[in-house]
Every structure is written in C-alpha cells, then in structure tokens.
C-alpha cells in the first residue's frame, strides 16, 4: 500500500499499525486484471477484525477466485477518524491503500448488534451514500451477513444484498452472478432481482412492510411475484472439504486472538434456549482429527504462532476430542506450542478428558451454569444438575485448580430473587468445596462470577419474551453483590443499558434504521466500547426519531405475531421454537440431540444426529 498519502497523520494516532497494510502474508493481486474488486469491511478495529476466523475464511473463498480481489478495512478509531475528515481522506483498503468508494462491492459482516452505528459511519467516510435507495448505477453494491443479518430488518435501508447463513459457496455465487452482470451492462436493479434468486440472498428494496395502527407489523410481502417470500439460510455439509485459510497476514501490533485458531466444529446439540448460535447454526457438523491436524500442522509453519486456540460452541461436545488433543500433542509439546480449550461443559469435566484439557490449559478453567437455581436451569433447558457442578468443581481443585470461573445469566424468564441469591450460594458452596480438602498452605481460591444481562434474541425460544427493564436488571445486579460476602468471590456483571440497547437492535424492524442515521450524524461510534457508549445520547436519539425503544425490547411478542425476522428461514421450525418456550415456563427440559431427536426442522435439511424426525 501506498502510505505517502497518510504517512504524515500517522504520528499524530494511536496505534498506526492498524492502518498502513503491508503484513507480512498479505496477498496482492493485480488490480488492471481483476473483473471485481471487494472490500471486506469489519465495522470494529483492526485487532478485532484480525482475529475474526470467518472473514478469514471468506477472503480465502473469495480470493482463491482468479478474477476477483478481496482487500480488507476496518473501522478507524476516533482519532483517525478525525484526522481523514480533517484531511478530506476516504477510507481505504489495507491492500491497494484505494478508496472502498471506487470497488465493485462492500461487504460488512454483522457480528454485534451495536456495530450497525459503524457500518453506516464507514459507509459515510467513504463517500457512499449510507440509504441504499440513494446510491445508483455508479456505486458500489452493498452486501451484509454474519450473526446479526437473521433479523436484517434495522439495517435493511443502508444494505442492497444480505447473506443469510454460512457464505463459503453463496459469496461465490453472488459474485460470479456480478462479474456476469457486469460484462454484460446490465443495471443494478437488475443484478438485485437476479441476486434474489440466489438460495440465502436476502434484497430488502425487494419487500414491502407495512405497520398496524398499535404500531406491529402488519404485513411483510415480496413486491414481485419471482421474489421468494422466505429466505432460505445456507449452509456447509461437509467441513473436511471446506475451504480454510492456513496462512494469512500476519498482524503489525497485537490483536485480540494472536494465535493459531482451528474450527472443531459448526453447530450445538444442547438446545439452551436463551442461544442464538445454538439454534442457527445447526445442524451439527465436525472436522476429523486428522483433517484439524494438518491444518493445525500448517498454520504453525505459516505463521510461526506458538499457540492453538480451539474454536467451537461446546468443545466437549466433538466426539473427536480426545482422538485430537493426542495428535496435537505429539508435535506441539516438542515445538513448544500452547493449546487452549474455550470455556467447556461442567458435566463434561471428568476423566480422561480431563487429564487431557489439564495437560492444554494452563489459565482458569472456565465454566458455565448460567443460572443459580436447578429450577432456572431447567427453564433454560442447561440440562445439568448441581452435583454435576459440584463434581466439576472438584475434579478440577483435585488437579491443582484453584481458579475458576463461572458464567452466569440474569433476567431470564420465570426468574425470581431467590434464583439471583442462588447463584451467591452457588458460588459460596464451590469456595466451602475447596477448602473442605486438605490444601497445601497458603493456597487460597478464586472463583469469579460473570454475569450477563439476556437479551431475547431471534430465532430463540426466548424471542417472545421481553426483557427486564433497565432498572429491574439493575435491583437484581445490586441483589446479587449483597449476597456475596467472601473475598474469595470476585464478581462482575454487563451493563444493563448496553443490553438494553442490544435488546432494541436485536428485536427491531426497519423504523430503527432513522435512529442509525441520526446516531450517527449526532457523531456516534463504537456502541460497544465503554469510552464511546452513551445511554444518555441513545434516549435523547430514540426521542428525537419518534421511537420507543421499549416496544422492540421490553415487550413480550405473542405467538401468533408477525415478527420482524419471519421472513428468515434459519432451518429451525417457528412450531418448535414455540414448543420450547411453553416447556421453558412450565420448567420442563428436552434432550440433547444425540439422545434424542426433537424434530427441530433440521430433521430434513442434512442433519445426521436426527432420527429420520423422532419427536419427544
């Protein structure tokens, strides 16, 4: 990349390293060769954005094309930010250092609702106009996926094309669906019908919503006959033959994940019923040992790391666990490589896995109850019990642990004060576990308490059901700190307004997309981090719009309610979802997938855990 043009700001910002390119493994192409031009855009900072495995994964997918070239960008900080406006410079590619304005397409990925003010903000810095109804013939095509493109609708006035579920082989096919529109002239609204047509290509301009007089939606129709009415997600069946990056750019200054990271797995048998990722991801679908291996064996010689990170949803879960700690093992040790485990099942924690993840993980264990009653546990359906926890507990401090963690929700439905103070007793009975063994002296223990605010999310048993107000997360947060009185407890807990504006995004429909824009114009960014979030902004904002962000995160949604994600087909029948969420208010649970199927609307749509639909 060319940095003359920024070389003379880069002084004056934190961390310059996150804009000049030029990494080592960094892949340039020839630009006058290429047929399209992408621009990955992360609406977050480059250290985020450079530990994010699926944009890494797609940018192979894409680039492994030999007529396009995907560069990537990331969201300035604050102070670069100013300085380009001051100095009239437009974001830009890392690769080519060219304007994103000047490329055929802009991809954002959606991972966290309070990303949107960046995406728009990027689009802004760009010279692109952010409402897709304003851009013509002579800008770029805008697209959008990830987590949060399964409910669009807040963001469905700034995006042209959403990719809704596993994009591998769909942004291929869109893309070479461009590159043949292109060649041939044709418009933009012409490419976007066409696009339509493509399986899990979800174009927003091609839909009509229309609202009831109590302020629900009241219809949701395609404008055209040719236009699907659902959109239909996509997804991989076999992760041994998919495309995966073992080499890639290698980052200046330190990023969130600097390490090697492998994806074990894709999808969840467990059915926890406040997890999006649970219910979207599904079906279950696992790399062999053998595959993660090697491709274990070729990160290392292409980036130098000395540490594996293990990446999936439930990591006890892979059959292949103990098969695969084994073969790493047999080269890391003498290399001298870490690997990790994220955060496991406590009912998993025993034996000979055990004595494995101890050899691998040398930091706290992590674990997750999630609630502190086994009553609330069954309405979530966590599917443990507290002598499984207990048993855990003590497997661990057997082998020498003397830190855990543990995460913890509050204000799930049916919760009660008693179900907050039992996560205090919870806690208290883990800290009496460890000191009633014989300790060596001076040894003392650490248990930390993480909890977090739900927020219902879509395509989850719990999407109906609203969430607690601001105040009401906050006398239960201050409930819990009084029921702790030990040291040996650290707790910490989530912002309730930041949820609460996680709520609003999560459950909302194409109004909020005004409330975007003015946040925006009114200079905010970076929802997500402490030094830029403002509660007090956002009410002031919601005011200034005509919106009432508690209709889209406090209220409960009945059933027979059109929501504003219906239109989105996630493989996950709606019948199913409603199933779990009368069985959640009655404290009845249901089976992981593999002890029985459950006939979640996978059973037909490749999953092979399912027993050709068995229902309980």
Known sequence: MNTQRIKHILAKVEKPGRYTGGEYGELIKDKEQMD???????????????SNLGVKILMKCLNDLPWLWCERCYAPWDDMEKEMRRENIPLYALESGDNVR???????????????????????????????????????????????????????????????GEGEYALVELAELYRQ???????????????????????????????????????????FDDVPAKIEKTFLTELDEAPFPTSHEMPYIET?????????FRGCIRGCRFCQAGMICRPVREKSPEVLNEQAKALYKNTGYNEISMCSLSISDYTGLTELIEKLLSWTEKE???????????????????????????????????????????????????????????????RGRTALKLYFMNGLPTETDDDIRGIATLAQKIVDLYYSKKRTKGKGVQVTVSVSCLVPKPFTPFQWMGQD?????????????????????????????????????????????????????????????????????????????GIEPEFYANRSFGFDELLPWDHIDCGVSKEFLIKEAKKAVAEQTTPDCRTKCSACGMQNKGCTLCKKGGSN
């Open 36 to 50: 399209v031009r992408m621009a990955f855009c992360f609406p977050d900072t480059y250290e985020i954005g450079m």
């Open 102 to 164: 000047d490329f055929d397409v802009v991809a954002f990925t959606l991972q966290y609702e309070l990303c949107y003010t960046n995406v728009v903000n990027m689009l802004e810095l760009s010279g692109i106009p952010i409402y897709a109804k304003d851009r013509d013939d002579g800008y770029p095509i805008v697209i959008a996926g990830g987590a949060c493109a399964y409910n669009p609708e807040p963001m469905a006035d700034f995006i042209d094309v959403f990719s809704i």
């Open 181 to 223: 529109y292109k060649k041939e002239g044709k418009s933009k609204a012409e490419f976007l019908r066409a696009a339509s047509k493509i399986k899990g290509m979800y174009v927003p301009s091609l839909y009509e919503v229309s609202y009831g007089d109590d302020g629900k939606i009241a219809s949701f129709e395609p404008k």
């Open 256 to 264: 969130v994940h600097d390490r090697m990271v492998l994806e074990v």
């Open 336 to 398: 001298k490589i870490n690997l990790s485990l994220p955060s496991m099942r406590i009912d998993s924690f025993y034996g000979e896995l055990m004595e494995k993840a101890m050899n691998v993980r040398q930091s706290g264990l992590t674990f997750a109850p999630e609630a502190g009653t086994q009553r609330l546990r069954d309405v979530i359906n966590k599917n443990i019990d507290e002598e499984e926890i207990m048993a855990g507990c003590a497997a661990a401090f057997d």
């Open 469 to 545: 107000a601001v105040d009401e997360l906050k006398r239960k947060q201050l409930l819990l700190k009084e029921c702790i009185t030990t040291r040996k407890i650290i707790y910490n807990y989530h912002d309730s307004e930041v949820s609460f504006l996680e709520a609003v995004f999560a459950r909302g429909d194409r109004r909020l997309s005004k409330a975007i824009a003015e946040a925006v114009k009114r200079g905010q960014r970076f929802d997500s981090w402490d030094e830029f979030f403002s509660f007090s902004a956002w009410k002031e904002i919601f005011e200034a719009t």
